[in-house]
């Protein structure tokens, strides 16, 4: 493994590369040697909601970089004589980065042993008997949420085991997520056996809130949390003094108007584009419905297993022509004809490949048509450009949005060299770029790139991008293959190997890039939590958080971000309140199954299978059957409509014993 060459404390802590990929990775045995804790001064705020959460389950709201890990971090220390006797300390959190980030920060302040837990480590397949080993083996379990919701319906590990659970985003404990199931089953468990030992729960956001809402609804949301965490939400009661020890970055709106891009807007048939997409939603709709597309993959139950399989890999549903279309326009419009190319030739990539043997009639002739259309904007594009070179076109076709941002960029770029350490860095420019889309993040990742070699003005740019995964046919490789190596780009982030990413949501929470000193929102900033997620990215001192802002939307937009302020400042009053009730009971969530749970032993903590876990656990046995080697094994599913309802069907791969179409009604 390799480590910065600056030896600060703080460099040791936060940039050294891990490869959690590796299934027997193991902190301790890749430094060779125990690490020590690390002697942090204990904060006042700290300390008070430590001592609250000895003795009880609390939810530990403060802004970002004000050391919520750390507060973790002695709560462990807490509960170690009940880890040392065999009990566990488990970190759950949503991404894989957080959870190897978090993992090595208490490796690293810890003698504790900590292993780190994903789900590319194929940890859905292991046996019993393998989960008892590496359970056994350690005392900190650092894992993605859904990996501890397996387990603990699968009953490898019992509450009763578990000194410390703590949620990572905990405000992500909403509607159908991992973290409000894991609670679920926490909450089956105390109505069952009252007596029964559960851990400690320790939940930690920088907002409470997920996604947006009025701010007289605040306390509302605050206790529905509450009942679904079973614990109590406060913060520290002089809160100035948290500000001072928090992530501070000053705003800047950013008004765009139009400009000469839009002489350019009847070259990709804007209107066209439009109607195209209205037709494909359409005839997606239709086919979903007549066709009894399933709900997995888009997989015909007319065809046999082996091609649905096959088809599903090379095959794009009229859903993903249409999200095709609007991404293009998309790009075109918001980017300028420069990145309008470059998303029209990833595109134009993907349906020839997927032209090669498509055999439904109705869709091959909407791929005919749209690989036409856009062969037709990529005529015009290049017309357009034509006539200038390289180094001119880069900056000349490009949108005043996009010229916003390149500005702001460059202005924040100063000349002189930086220092060894990245993070006493303060001429070095260090940026994430917020977008709404993967397609907007590989494309302008790619344009930068571009322009870096092209324009010496700008060639400090080292980009990348930074996205989550999807399914859609027309996903790049390059896009598939970065979103498998978030990590790394991350690390390369952090060890200044690029100074700017273009992310979306995915890079929203959690990643701690101390060096990090701008952040611009390129598109609309679409809820409160991801206003203050992702202004806590830049850590900087005098780091700066720019809003770019059409100016159509501008008096929406700005009213927002005043509206966002407005329930910042509703839900810190609030929580200050909540320190001196955090003795008051909290009630419980309202659990309400449409189908009860199947649970064979009958006991608090016995395996147990859920209306929501069935799939997984159907798609796990299905794993497990017997195979070459080369082939996959899935399930085909499909839905008929009857009369007052709906009925589901089940295909078993032809190896299982279960024969034949299992119907549910």
Same mark, same amino acid.
């Given at each position: 493994?390799?480590? +910065?060459?600056?030896?600060?404390?703080?460099?040791?802590?936060?940039?050294?590369?891990?490869?959690?990929?590796?299934?027997?990775?193991?902190?301790?045995?890749?430094?060779?040697?125990?690490?020590?804790?690390?002697?942090?001064?204990?904060?006042? *705020?700290?300390?008070?909601?430590?001592?609250?959460?000895?003795?009880?389950?609390?939810?530990?709201?403060?802004?970002?970089?004000?050391?919520?890990?750390?507060?973790?971090?002695?709560?462990?220390?807490?509960?170690?004589?009940? /880890?040392?006797?065999?009990?566990?300390?488990?970190?759950?959190?949503?991404?894989?980065?957080?959870?190897?980030?978090?993992?090595?920060?208490?490796?690293?302040?810890?003698?504790?042993?900590?292993?780190?837990?994903?789900?590319?480590?194929?940890?859905?397949?292991?046996?019993?008997?393998?989960?008892?080993?590496? /359970?056994?083996?350690?005392?900190?379990?650092?894992?993605?949420?859904?990996?501890?919701?397996?387990?603990?319906?699968?009953?490898?590990?019992?509450?009763?085991?578990?000194?410390?659970?703590?949620?990572?985003?905990?405000?992500?404990?909403?509607?159908?997520?991992?973290?409000?199931?894991?609670?679920?089953? *926490?909450?089956?468990?105390?109505?069952?056996?009252?007596?029964?030992?559960?851990?400690?729960?320790?939940?930690?956001?920088?907002?409470?809130?997920?996604?947006?809402?009025?701010?007289?609804?605040?306390?509302?949301?605050?206790?529905?949390?509450?009942?679904?965490?079973?614990?109590?939400?406060?913060?520290?009661?002089? *809160?100035?003094?948290?500000?001072?020890?928090?992530?501070?970055?000053?705003?800047?709106?950013?008004?765009?108007?139009?400009?000469?891009?839009?002489?350019?807007?009847?070259?990709?048939?804007?209107?066209?584009?439009?109607?195209?997409?209205?037709?494909?939603?359409?005839?997606?709709?239709?086919?979903?419905?007549?066709?009894?597309?399933?709900?997995?993959?888009?997989?015909?139950?007319?065809?046999?297993?082996?091609?649905?399989?096959?088809?599903?890999?090379?095959?794009?549903?009229?859903?993903?022509?249409?999200?095709?279309?609007?991404?293009?326009?998309?790009?075109?419009?918001?980017?300028?004809?420069?990145?309008?190319?470059?998303?029209?030739?990833?595109?134009?990539?993907?349906?020839?490949?997927?032209?090669?043997?498509?055999?439904?009639?109705?869709?091959?002739?909407?791929?005919?048509?749209?690989?036409?259309?856009?062969?037709?904007?990529?005529?015009?594009?290049?017309?357009?450009?034509?006539?200038?070179?390289?180094?001119?076109?880069?900056?000349?076709?490009?949108?005043?949005?996009?010229?916003?941002?390149?500005? /702001?960029?460059?202005?924040?770029?100063?000349?002189?060299?930086?220092?060894?350490?990245?993070?006493?860095?303060?001429?070095?420019?260090?940026?994430?770029?917020?977008?709404?889309?993967?397609?907007?993040?590989?494309?302008?990742?790619?344009?930068?790139?571009?322009?870096?070699?092209?324009?010496?003005?700008?060639?400090?740019?080292?980009?990348?991008?930074?996205?989550?995964?999807?399914?859609?046919?027309?996903?790049?490789?390059?896009?598939?293959? *970065?979103?498998?190596?978030?990590?790394?780009?991350?690390?390369?982030?952090?060890?200044?190997?690029?100074?700017?990413?273009?992310?979306?949501?995915?890079?929203?929470?959690?990643?701690?890039?101390?060096?990090?000193?701008?952040?611009?929102?390129?598109?609309?900033?679409?809820?409160?939590?991801?206003?203050?997620?992702?202004?806590?990215?830049?850590?900087?001192?005098?780091?700066?958080?720019?809003?770019?802002?059409?100016?159509?939307?501008?008096?929406?937009?700005?009213?927002?971000?005043?509206?966002?302020?407005?329930?910042?400042?509703?839900?810190?009053?609030?929580? /200050?309140?909540?320190?001196?009730?955090?003795?008051?009971?909290?009630?419980?969530?309202?659990?309400?199954?449409?189908?009860?749970?199947?649970?064979?032993?009958?006991?608090?903590?016995?395996?147990?299978?859920?209306?929501?876990?069935?799939?997984?656990?159907?798609?796990?046995?299905?794993?497990?059957?017997?195979?070459?080697?080369?082939?996959?094994?899935?399930?085909?599913?499909?839905?008929?409509?009857?009369?007052?309802?709906?009925?589901?069907?089940?295909?078993? +791969?032809?190896?299982?014993?279960?024969?034949?179409?299992?119907?549910?009604?």
């Amino acid at each position: 493994m390799k480590t +910065p060459k600056c030896q600060c404390a703080r460099c040791k802590l936060y940039l050294r590369t891990v490869n959690p990929e590796d299934p027997e990775f193991d902190i301790f045995e890749e430094d060779g040697v125990t690490p020590k804790a690390t002697n942090f001064e204990t904060r006042d *705020y700290q300390t008070a909601l430590i001592e609250i959460a000895k003795k009880q389950n609390i939810i530990a709201c403060l802004p970002t970089g004000s050391g919520k890990t750390f507060i973790a971090f002695k709560l462990i220390e807490h509960f170690r004589g009940e /880890i040392i006797d065999g009990k566990k300390a488990i970190f759950l959190a949503n991404t894989i980065p957080l959870v190897t980030q978090q993992a090595v920060f208490f490796a690293r302040n810890s003698t504790l042993k900590v292993k780190i837990l994903t789900g590319d480590m194929e940890v859905d397949y292991w046996s019993e008997d393998k989960w008892a080993t590496v /359970i056994d083996g350690f005392h900190i379990l650092s894992m993605t949420t859904q990996i501890f919701l397996n387990i603990i319906r699968h009953a490898y590990i019992k509450f009763s085991e578990v000194a410390l659970l703590i949620f990572d985003e905990c405000h992500h404990a909403v509607k159908d997520h991992p973290m409000k199931h894991v609670m679920q089953k *926490y909450q089956e468990t105390k109505k069952q056996e009252p007596s029964y030992p559960l851990p400690r729960v320790f939940g930690m956001t920088a907002t409470i809130i997920k996604g947006n809402c009025q701010p007289f609804e605040v306390p509302d949301v605050v206790e529905e949390l509450e009942k679904t965490m079973q614990a109590k939400a406060v913060t520290y009661k002089n *809160y100035e003094s948290v500000l001072k020890h928090s992530t501070s970055s000053r705003v800047e709106k950013f008004l765009i108007v139009k400009g000469s891009e839009t002489n350019w807007e009847h070259l990709y048939f804007t209107e066209q584009s439009e109607d195209y997409a209205k037709e494909l939603n359409k005839l997606r709709k239709e086919r979903k419905k007549l066709k009894m597309i399933t709900s997995i993959n888009g997989i015909d139950p007319t065809l046999s297993t082996a091609d649905n399989i096959f088809l599903s890999l090379r095959r794009a549903t009229a859903g993903d022509l249409r999200m095709a279309v609007d991404e293009v326009r998309n790009c075109c419009i918001s980017l300028g004809a420069y990145c309008g190319l470059i998303a029209v030739n990833l595109k134009l990539a993907f349906i020839e490949f997927s032209l090669m043997d498509l055999a439904d009639g109705e869709m091959l002739r909407w791929y005919n048509v749209i690989h036409k259309f856009f062969h037709k904007i990529k005529h015009n594009l290049e017309n357009l450009m034509s006539a200038y070179p390289d180094e001119e076109k880069v900056t000349r076709f490009t949108s005043r949005k996009l010229q916003q941002l390149i500005g /702001i960029v460059k202005k924040q770029f100063k000349e002189e060299d930086p220092p060894p350490c990245p993070f006493d860095d303060d001429t070095g420019i260090c940026v994430i770029v917020f977008v709404d889309r993967r397609v907007t993040a590989q494309v302008l990742a790619w344009y930068l790139r571009d322009l870096a070699s092209l324009d010496k003005d700008y060639s400090f740019i080292r980009a990348n991008f930074v996205v989550g995964t999807s399914r859609t046919a027309f996903e790049s490789v390059e896009t598939r293959i *970065y979103a498998k190596k978030q990590g790394e780009t991350i690390e390369g982030f952090r060890t200044k190997k690029y100074n700017l990413l273009v992310a979306t949501s995915v890079l929203e929470e959690g990643i701690d890039v101390p060096s990090c000193n701008l952040i611009v929102r390129f598109d609309k900033i679409p809820s409160y939590t991801s206003y203050i997620q992702s202004m806590g990215r830049a850590r900087k001192p005098n780091a700066l958080f720019c809003a770019l802002i059409e100016d159509k939307n501008f008096l929406k937009e700005s009213l927002d971000l005043d509206v966002y302020v407005c329930i910042n400042k509703v839900m810190v009053s609030h929580l /200050i309140k909540n320190v001196d009730k955090v003795d008051e009971e909290v009630g419980l969530m309202e659990i309400d199954h449409n189908v009860e749970p199947f649970c064979p032993g009958g006991n608090a903590d016995s395996p147990s299978v859920t209306m929501e876990s069935a799939m997984d656990v159907i798609e796990w046995y299905c794993n497990l059957l017997p195979c070459d080697g080369v082939s996959t094994l899935q399930t085909i599913s499909w839905w008929t409509e009857e009369v007052g309802g709906f009925r589901g069907h089940l295909k078993f +791969p032809m190896n299982s014993i279960i024969r034949g179409t299992v119907v549910v009604n």
